[in-house]
T-cell receptor, first 110, second 114 residues
Framework: GENVEQHPSTLSVQEGDSAVIKCTYSDSASNYFPWYKQELGKRPQLIIDIRSNVGEKKDQRIAVTLNKTAKHFSLHITETQPEDSAVYFCAASLNNDMRFGAGTRLTVKP | DTAVSQTPKYLVTQMGNDKSIKCEQNLGHDTMYWYKQDSKKFLKIMFSYNNKELIINETVPNRFSPKSPDKAHLNLHINSLELGDSAVYFC?????????????FGEGSRLTVL
């Protein structure tokens, strides 16, 4: 089955800096790659997603890039703010099966 | 007005007991799931149902039995609870079959087995 690796497991940045989280997946047939944000004690919520026919997608301060050849995708957050502090999960889906990465705990220091 | 609601939110019980968690979605989605999130925050799929039919059944002990009376409900029953079952269980739903649409999660049910 699909295997998703996510790095780093923890990330600490200063407010205003950029944050990058990277994921790799194992099955080249995966076609959907969402990113979820989970604040402490809350449910995971979708923040951005990308499909395999697109290389990059941007939504305000958040962007995701996908490299199908290398089988990796990344989340970029610019101008980070303290409210960006949370656990971020990447996921990859194949044949009705969505697998999550292990998560990255992002801390934005004011 | 909650899209995906699950009850109870907290559950504390003794080893060996049987417990159930209920989930309901009012989004009209066809597919529902159960995920387990352990203390290290890892999100692992357990089951998924599409229109009341089981489509994903991960390597989960037989003590866990999902039931979907209709496509808006997916309940999880756990028999003979063990310490390792302590986790947060998330119900989720999506419009398309898993893999092509956004997952909407419930608030989670924190199960503590003593």
């Amino acid at each position: 089955g699909e295997n998703v690796e996510q790095h780093p497991s923890t990330l600490s940045v200063q407010e205003g800096d950029s944050a990058v989280i990277k994921c790799t997946y194992s099955d080249s047939a995966s076609n959907y790659f969402p990113w979820y944000k989970q604040e402490l004690g809350k449910r995971p919520q979708l923040i951005i997603d990308i499909r395999s026919n697109v290389g990059e997608k941007k939504d305000q301060r958040i962007a995701v890039t996908l490299n199908k050849t290398a089988k990796h995708f990344s989340l970029h957050i610019t101008e980070t703010q303290p409210e960006d502090s949370a656990v971020y999960f990447c996921a990859a889906s194949l044949n009705n099966d969505m697998r999550f990465g292990a998560g990255t705990r992002l801390t934005v220091k004011p | 007005d909650t899209a995906v609601s699950q009850t109870p939110k907290y559950l504390v019980t003794q080893m060996g007991n049987d417990k159930s968690i209920k989930c309901e979605q009012n989004l009209g989605h066809d597919t529902m799931y159960w995920y387990k999130q352990d203390s290290k925050k890892f999100l692992k799929i357990m089951f998924s149902y599409n229109n009341k039919e089981l489509i994903i059944n991960e390597t989960v002990p037989n003590r866990f039995s999902p039931k979907s009376p209709d496509k808006a409900h997916l309940n999880l029953h756990i028999n003979s609870l063990e310490l390792g079952d302590s986790a947060v269980y998330f119900c989720a739903s999506s419009q398309e079959v898993l893999g092509t649409g956004e997952l909407f999660f419930g608030e989670g049910s924190r199960l503590t087995v003593l």
